[in-house]
């Protein structure tokens, strides 16, 4: 996966539509070489050396993401955020003031990373693609390489100037869990048997029955807005932006709804609670 987010880094940076606005580093290569004294690239080059790998801990979260798919809720389980760090060199080749070309390509470079706090997804590369949430990527941060002359020194080269780059990835560390939808929810009203006891007197129980279901058009999209009717009692609900709506219902057994959506309206039956492998779900 941190194979992957080089890649994507260097898809960005070799983007064909910026070869216009930005000739120097449309020319140059990208590799991800440690930048040692042995380094010595033939070609103009933009190095990127992974320097830092750790927890993104100002991201951390608990909080699972839930997916509704089919009567399934999809549970995944909150990612580790991964913080990758990179040194960005720029070594030009060829022709003459070398520094002044070698400011003119980190520059460049700066420009096109700071455009994005996140990295689009159309340069995702391999497990990266369709990542939720989207991948933040912060450029020339003060808490960026704390020494870098030290660093310079530890890998026996010279002392050049960088462009510290920072992108967070998610990566799963469990196992995603499918479960079914709890789509019919029932409270039990009533006087107590005892204190302390949970049985309820008979002749005061009431059965509360609240369903749960979706509207969608004949393409399986969501309905918004949607008024949704139970016709036994009048009762009514409208959908949200996802086309879900939930209503009360006074007793098991069959009951009429009607769904209408601007000019469209039908009448359907839903029977509580359901039985395995069905739902309240209704297609306009």
Known sequence: MIRDLSLTLRSLLDDPALASAYPELAAA???FDRPAE??????TTLNLFLYDIRENL???SSEPLLERHSGQAIIHPPPLRVACAYLVTAWPVGGTELPLQEHRLLSQTLQVLARYP?????????????QQPPLPMLAAQADGLKDPADFWT???NKLRPSITLTATLAMERFATITEPLAITGQVDLGERMNATGEDLKPATRQ????VAGRVTDAR???VAHARVTLLRTGIETVTDAAGRYSLTVPEAGTHDLRVQAGATQITTSITVPVTAGHHYDVQL
């Open 154 to 156: 530890a890998i026996g």
């Open 220 to 222: 399986g999209l969501p």
């Open 58 to 60: 100002e991201l951390r």
């Open 38 to 43: 042995s380094f010595n690239p033939a070609q």
């Open 29 to 31: 290569q990208v590799v």
């Open 118 to 130: 996140t990295i689009p997804a159309a340069f995702l590369q391999g497990q990266l693609l369709g």
């Open 207 to 210: 059965v509360l029955l609240r």
